[in-house]
T-cell receptor
Framework: DTEVTQTPKHLVMGMTNKKSLKCEQH?????MYWYKQKAKKPPELMFV???????INESVPSRFSPECPNSSLLNLHLHALQPEDSALYLC??????????????FGDGTRLSIL | SQELEQSPQSLIVQEGKNLTINCTSS?????LYWYKQKYGEGLIFLMM?????EEKSHEKITAKLDEKKQQSSLHITASQPSHAGIYLC???????????FGKGTKLTVNP
């Protein structure tokens, strides 16, 4: 069982809908990540939060809006998405230790379909 | 930007056979990660390698890092159907928190 929990597991929404993806971890990790993964492709980084502050935004369209309300939670707010945004959205977390690399631990993802 | 090339792209082996997957980086490696993914699921962390010449093992999976060649290999001994999945190597770009991945190696193990 993964220690990073993502909800919902599946989401179908229309292009005019507003929805949110949620991610939670209780490992005390201070870095959290959103990735997008299209079929038969590797995950692509979207956002990184370090100590609840946005540290990396990989030029993601504004229809994706991340939020980190506290050190355990990460949200991704969705609005006016396009069919090409259909994908598996993965959340990950990792410890932050100065001067060392730390592995990222992934959730099982949310399968998003845009109608 | 850093790119990771994995080979082979796919691999079909008979149960009990050994196999090796390779990952080569276009730039200096600050850390190399191996993950396994089942279709439509999340990534399972296998191992992290940080130092040249480092070798780690977990059950029947061994990974090595050749820092000079900017390359890592993942070796599975006596493969089992449970080893089937997509193996991804990942590296921290420029030593940052940004992880980039290879395109993956799809492993099928026939009983």
């Amino acid at each position: 069982d993964t220690e990073v929990t993502q909800t919902p597991k599946h989401l179908v929404m229309g292009m005019t809908n507003k929805k949110s993806l949620k991610c939670e971890q209780h490992m005390g990790h201070r870095a959290m990540y959103w990735y997008k993964q299209k079929a038969k492709k590797p995950p692509e980084l979207m956002f990184v939060y370090s100590y609840e502050k946005l540290s990396i935004n990989e030029s993601v369209p504004s229809r994706f809006s991340p939020e980190c309300p506290n050190s355990s939670l990460l949200n991704l707010h969705l609005h006016a998405l396009q069919p090409e945004d259909s994908a598996l959205y993965l959340c990950a977390s990792s410890p932050l230790k100065a001067g060392t690399q730390q592995p990222q631990h992934f959730g099982d993802g949310t399968r998003l379909s845009i109608l | 930007s850093q790119e990771l090339e994995q080979s082979p792209q796919s691999l079909i082996v008979q149960e009990g056979k050994n196999l090796t997957i390779n990952c080569t980086s276009s730039k200096t490696l600050y850390g190399l990660y191996w993950y396994k993914q089942k279709y439509g699921e999340g990534l399972i962390f296998l191992m992290m390698l940080q130092k040249g010449g480092e070798e780690k093992s977990h059950e029947k999976i061994t990974a090595k890092l050749d820092e000079k060649k900017q390359q890592s290999s993942l070796h599975i001994t006596a493969s089992q159907p449970s080893h089937a999945g997509i193996y991804l190597c990942g590296a921290a770009q420029g030593g940052s928190e940004k992880l980039v991945f290879g395109k993956g190696t799809k492993l099928t193990v026939n009983p």
